[in-house]
């Protein structure tokens, strides 16, 4: 299949289940078995195509997402260039890295601080979740510790984060392989603003709620809203009518339904009419850079994580799962730009707890430093991809490789 987005041509390969979808695998692990026995094929006979036609760029160099390391095994079929691109920050790469190296054994017993090179002590809490907890999804730890399993064999090493952001943990890995950072990995208009038209990540069928979101955020003052993405809809509910604070709230389509309908009422008849806009979907890029932004609450997803840096965001986070609780453990002791919340014995974030995060991070001690620190790391994204900067100058530096490379 071909699909052409702006200057982007776009072709794609086969997982297997082209004709029912992911849902037609029986398990996680059939699914992953099929997309590399059908993806290696259908990649090999792409590039091969693709260097044999008149009309196509022949192919120089293949840019992989880690967590399909057997495309470098096709790409050295064919002698390219192949560099792995990593999702996840330099931290939580290299606990798993230990742990394919045997340095790390799971489980890990309770009550153990694991230390790793370029990084801080960590409880086992704060490790990604699939090696804290290894029993909850086994099939999601071996995909993410394989990753490694031919990363020598790469020729570059690439990463969405950027020199100043983790300096300890990058000049460790950098003597392992040709590592380079080039991020924040968002569009330049957020940045840099040095290529015009780049303002998103690409085609959006939400849009209806783009101007609905945008014209609501436009009517509060500056800094007085909180913006939650997260799905436990109770105790968060009756947090938000109880603080004093704007807020817009993204919901899941799914979970709409859990949310009280004397919940809506509320926040349309609170002092300061339309105090909350509860909507299955925001532009979360422009909402992150809107003045009238406060704070976020989030689960500390990467790219959640490396998007309020980027725009100067204090967090409030609530990491559950995968590599959360180590970026919140980042956002909270290394780069003071957010508060974790306490859960109960349960699991559950309590009311009264997210009502004092939020007041301490909105208006408190500890809020104005994390304010004034986000201003910092924006500070510093911006300059790292700006021209001659530490992402600016890696891409660069991959780019004329890539080209002396393929002469």
């Known amino acids: 299949m071909k699909i052409e987005i702006g200057p982007l041509n776009i072709k794609t390969i086969s997982d297997g289940y082209d004709d029912v979808g992911r849902s037609g695998a029986g398990s996680a692990e059939e699914y992953l078995e099929r997309f590399e026995t059908f993806g290696s094929k259908t990649l090999t006979d792409l590039i091969q195509r693709l260097q044999i036609s008149d009309d196509e760029i022949p192919v120089s160099c293949v840019v992989y997402v880690s967590f399909v390391p057997w495309v470098l095994d096709v790409t050295r079929?064919?002698?390219?260039?192949?560099?792995v691109f990593f999702t996840q920050s330099?931290?939580?790469?290299?606990?798993?890295?230990?742990?394919?190296?045997?340095?790390?054994?799971?489980?890990v017993?309770?009550?153990?601080?694991?230390?790793?090179?370029?990084?801080?002590?960590?409880?086992?809490?704060?490790?990604?979740?699939?090696?804290?907890?290894?029993?909850?999804?086994?099939?999601?730890?071996?995909?993410?510790?394989?990753?490694?399993?031919?990363?020598?064999?790469a020729d570059w090493v690439l990463f969405n984060t950027f020199d100043e952001l983790e300096p300890e943990v990058l000049n460790w890995m950098a003597k392992l392989w040709r590592v380079r950072t080039i991020g924040p990995t968002i569009p330049s208009m957020y940045l840099d603003k040095r290529t015009e038209g780049d303002n998103d990540y690409g085609l959006n069928i939400f849009d209806t709620k783009r101007a609905e979101c945008m014209d609501w955020l436009n009517a509060k003052k500056d800094s007085s809203v909180i913006y939650i993405s997260m799905e436990?809809?109770?105790?968060v509910a009756w947090a938000l009518l109880s603080c004093d604070y704007n807020f817009l709230w993204v919901v899941r389509q799914a979970e709409e339904?859990?949310?009280h309908s004397s919940f809506r009422k509320d926040i349309s008849t609170a002092p300061g009419s339309e105090k909350g806009l509860v909507i299955t979907w925001c532009p979360q890029?422009?909402?992150?850079?809107?003045?009238?932004?406060?704070?976020?609450?989030?689960?500390?997803?990467?790219?959640?994580?490396?998007?309020?840096l980027s725009l100067g965001v204090p967090m409030i986070s609530f990491p559950q799962w995968s590599d959360r609780p180590t970026n919140a453990k980042s956002v909270e002791d290394?780069?003071?730009?957010?508060?974790?919340?306490?859960?109960?014995?349960?699991?559950?974030?309590?009311?009264?707890?997210?009502?004092?995060?939020?007041?301490?991070?909105?208006?408190?001690?500890?809020?104005?430093?994390?304010?004034?620190?986000?201003?910092?790391?924006?500070?510093?994204?911006?300059?790292?991809?700006?021209?001659?900067?530490?992402?600016?100058?890696?891409?660069?530096?991959?780019?004329?490789?890539?080209?002396?490379?393929?002469?």
């Not at 704060?126 to 490694?148: M, Q």
């Not at 809107?290 to 994580?305: D, M, Y």
Request: charged share 30%; net charge negative; proline share 4%.
């Open 257 to 259: 339904n859990k949310i």
């Open 285 to 308: 890029l422009e909402v992150l850079a809107h003045p009238a932004l406060g704070c976020f609450v989030t689960h500390c997803g990467w790219n959640s994580t490396m998007e309020s």
């Open 232 to 235: 436990q809809i109770e105790e």
């Open 77 to 83: 079929k064919f002698s390219l260039i192949g560099a």
């Open 334 to 407: 290394l780069w003071k730009v957010g508060i974790r919340v306490e859960v109960d014995e349960d699991g559950i974030l309590r009311k009264k707890e997210l009502e004092l995060c939020i007041k301490e991070a909105m208006e408190g001690e500890k809020g104005r430093e994390m304010k004034k620190n986000a201003n910092k790391w924006k500070e510093l994204a911006v300059q790292a991809v700006s021209e001659c900067g530490s992402s600016d100058k890696n891409v660069d530096q991959f780019l004329e490789a890539v080209k002396s490379e393929t002469k």
């Open 90 to 107: 330099l931290a939580v790469t290299s606990i798993y890295y230990y742990i394919y190296r045997g340095q790390l054994k799971v489980p």
């Open 109 to 153: 017993p309770d009550g153990e601080v694991i230390s790793i090179p370029g990084l801080p002590l960590f409880d086992v809490k704060e490790l990604p979740s699939f090696v804290s907890d290894e029993k909850s999804f086994p099939h999601f730890l071996r995909l993410l510790v394989n990753k490694f399993s031919n990363i020598d064999k």
